[in-house]
């Protein structure tokens, strides 16, 4: 049985994706109930906790998930096609030349995290600064680990091994909620910290057998000047730097919030961790399962399946990912209030959460798309082009961040309109807000630049997109009429189980609606996503 489970293969790409969207939901899920009792035993406090994550997710996102990924599948599948073993020489010295990399930084980066962080929270008192001080320097063993595992998951994924691919996620964030329950009641806020490292381990131990069955062979090789090597680093360098510019815009953003109100970190960082759940489940699922089918078609100059295959991926999260954030938007508060209206976790701070997830909602739908467009141009080695878009997209943000949460000073008319809109009365500073509506522009602006570039290079069928986007929007129409149908009928409550019960009828009668009316519009979505597809077991 756990032979066959490391073995399994999938076959399609509705498959892959569905298997990473199952494990995105159950890693989402326990990521929540982690989120729930950070709310729940630390409160505002939690900001500690949220910003000693920006320097070492910093290093993790710069050399690992932003370059290593993207660049060893492209390389993998040119090695492995013309000798086996030089592919898995090249995945041996990328995992030795990484390591020690990875090691050197963090430790240079470990002498300097009072000075960095400074420039990270410069709104903490003494206190939280040093406790956040403590909290980076252990939290930088996450890249190392995690860089490793990367590593390995981008072997499975060329594999299609996505099964224990997807087991990852899950175990990491049991490592979390581990941490919580059985090491912050003798350490605090450290101890969720130890969590953390605990589930890095488990992400790369579970993957390690499983490329082993694919064919892995680990060699004591380390060459620096390795041409395989040198492409790695010559596709991550533009890459790296556009990943840069996208921490280096959370690392603003952190800056700012510590300026606000107290607890605005944590509002801020609640509601973008519940609009990156669909985004995750969804968009980033598909990305991922598309990848391989996209890089093997262009590196064989297969372009009329590329198109096939990267236009089908679209309208597939556009069909999912609009009522997705049609949901969102219209349950705002009875997901916020069910998830985190617990404990420390003030009625204040989660009626701000609420009207940031409700302005979150307007741009999921761009940012879901986004990690498929970008592997579009990873597929045929353009680290480039969606590189100089998302520093673009970080000078337009950080602009409208600092614009938009001086704008909406309790002073501003605008202001009384949010409140109005979002139910934010009796609240005096609301100037939080004003972070998710500059992020949720500055993913529509990005999107549309991306589509449009891309489109330069492959010439998607936009008549065939927009037709199916009309049919989805019109469906999503009566879908949010249908979830405030439902919801009208039920009085005001604060009850945890009045508004479980608001979200689950609510929601219910809302995707029946929207699958009746793309039933009756005829989606050809409907056939891409729904049919039972096989696994096959062997490697």
Request: hydrophobic share 55%; aromatic share 16%; with cysteine.
């Amino acid at each position: 049985m756990i032979s066959r489970l490391f073995n399994s293969q999938t076959k399609s790409i509705t498959l892959s994706a569905g298997i990473l969207a199952v494990s995105t939901v159950i890693s989402g899920i326990l990521s929540l109930i982690g989120d729930w009792l950070l709310a729940k035993n630390f409160g505002a406090s939690a900001d500690i906790y949220f910003a000693s994550f920006r320097i070492p997710d910093f290093v993790y996102n710069i050399l690992i998930t932003g370059g290593v990924v993207v660049a060893f599948l492209p390389l993998f599948s040119e090695y492995f096609l013309k000798e086996k073993e030089k592919a898995w020489d090249f995945c041996s010295n990328l995992l030795n030349v990484f390591l020690f990399s990875l090691i050197l930084l963090s430790l240079i980066l470990l002498i300097f995290t009072p000075y960095l962080l400074k420039l990270v929270t410069p709104g903490f008192e003494k206190e939280q600064f040093e406790k956040t001080v403590l909290l980076t320097r252990i939290l930088f063993l996450s890249p190392i680990l995690l860089g490793l595992s990367n590593i390995f998951s981008g072997i499975l994924q060329y594999f299609n091994r996505f099964l224990v691919y997807s087991l990852s996620p899950i175990l990491y964030n049991l490592g979390i909620i581990f941490g919580i329950l059985i090491f912050s009641p003798h350490f605090g806020i450290l101890g969720v910290v130890f969590g953390v490292i605990l589930g890095c381990l488990l992400h790369l131990l579970i993957q390690i057998p499983a490329a082993k069955n694919c064919g892995f062979k680990y060699s004591k090789i380390f060459n620096f000047k390795n041409f395989g090597i040198k492409r790695v680093f010559l596709l991550i360098l533009p890459r790296a730097l556009g990943i840069s510019a996208q921490q280096l815009n959370l690392i603003i953003i952190t800056a700012i919030a510590s300026t606000l109100a107290s607890g605005s970190i944590s509002v801020f960082n609640f509601a973008n961790n519940i609009q990156n759940f669909p985004i995750g489940i969804i968009g980033i699922s598909f990305a991922i399962a598309t990848f391989p089918v996209l890089s093997r078609a262009w590196a064989k100059n297969q372009k009329d399946e590329f198109i096939k295959n990267l236009s089908s991926t679209f309208r597939q999260i556009v069909f999912l990912i609009i009522p997705a954030s049609i949901l969102i938007f219209s349950l705002k508060n009875q997901i916020v209030m069910i998830l985190l209206r617990h404990g420390q976790f003030s009625l204040e701070l989660a009626r701000l959460t609420a009207a940031s997830l409700g302005i979150f909602a307007f741009g999921i739908f761009a940012w879901a798309l986004t990690p498929l467009i970008f592997r579009a141009f990873f597929s045929f080695q353009d680290t480039k082009t969606p590189t100089l878009i998302a520093i673009l997209s970080l000078i337009f943000n950080v602009f409208f961040s600092f614009y938009f949460t001086q704008l909406l000073n309790p002073t501003n008319r605008l202001t009384s309109l949010f409140k109005k809109f979002f139910s934010l009365g009796g609240i005096e500073n609301i100037q939080i807000i004003g972070l998710p509506l500059a992020f949720s522009l500055t993913a529509i602006f990005q999107f549309l630049i991306l589509i449009s570039f891309l489109q330069k290079r492959v010439h998607l069928n936009f008549r065939e997109i927009l037709i199916s986007f009309f049919k989805i929007i019109l469906a999503s129409f009566f879908m949010f009429f249908s979830i405030n149908i439902v919801l009208n009928s039920f009085f005001a409550s604060q009850t945890f189980f009045d508004n479980f019960l608001q979200l689950i009828i609510s929601g219910f009668f809302g995707i029946l609606t929207y699958f009746i009316f793309a039933l009756f519009l005829k989606s050809p979505e409907l056939k891409e996503i729904l049919p039972l597809q096989k696994i096959s077991f062997f490697c």
